[in-house]
């Protein structure tokens, strides 16, 4: 899981921060992205993070207890980066997730006072950070920094979404996370769009 960690140990970069994003294709709440470190360059995959893979391959208990452990781990350093949905709704999904990743790694430098020196992000993503970059189809399933900071993305949003389930009762969001689901479209269409819902988003936007 660390060999691309590895490889570019080996080039010479030393704060590889790998991202990853939750949150693009829900009706509602805002988008997430988490950044990860590896601190150390003799880390090791104990029986801890072992399980540590794409955030959507872990049922919620299995990814609540990894998130714990990694974000737990000394030798790993994190950042989170939170975009909301009235932002998405006036730059797009794309661009809102784009800026939510900046965030993180602006965030993970802030907690640790360091500057990144290589991304490597999920996907075909790209961007405007100065650093030296990379993407990786299904990078989530095969770089550990890039799991790790999915499934730290997943999660926060996920807490989140639970206290705005609080706030806005009629939507039980603490179920579906702002998904697309056919409760959540019955409660939209019986109750409206709340404050947090993505209003440049279909169905919504036909409805509101």
Not at 186 to 203: L, M, T, V
Request: charged content about 35%.
């Amino acid at each position: 899981m660390i060999q691309e960690e590895k490889r570019l140990w080996k080039k010479g970069y030393r704060y590889i921060v790998g991202i990853d994003e939750a949150g693009r294709g829900p009706l509602a709440g805002p988008v997430v992205s988490g950044a990860v470190l590896i601190l150390e360059k003799d880390f090791a995959e104990t029986k801890k993070i072992e399980s540590v893979k794409d955030s959507k391959k872990l049922n919620e208990k299995k990814r609540g207890e990894v998130y714990l452990n990694l974000i737990n781990n000394p030798k790993l350093k994190w950042g989170i980066g939170i975009v909301s949905e009235k932002i998405i709704d006036k730059i797009n999904i794309l661009e809102a997730t784009k800026l939510s990743m900046i965030k993180a790694i602006k965030d993970l430098e802030k907690r640790n006072n360091l500057k990144v020196d290589f991304l490597i992000l999920d996907g075909r993503m790209e961007i405007n950070f100065d650093a030296n970059q990379e993407s990786i189809i299904k990078g989530d399933d095969k770089v550990f920094s890039i799991s790790a900071a999915s499934i730290i993305a997943k999660v926060t949003r996920d807490k989140l979404m639970i206290k705005y389930d609080k706030k806005y009762p009629k939507y039980n969001f603490k179920k579906h996370k702002g998904y697309g689901t056919k409760e959540h479209l019955d409660n939209i269409r019986k109750n409206g769009a709340c404050e947090i819902h993505r209003k440049s988003f279909a169905p919504i936007n036909q409805i509101v």
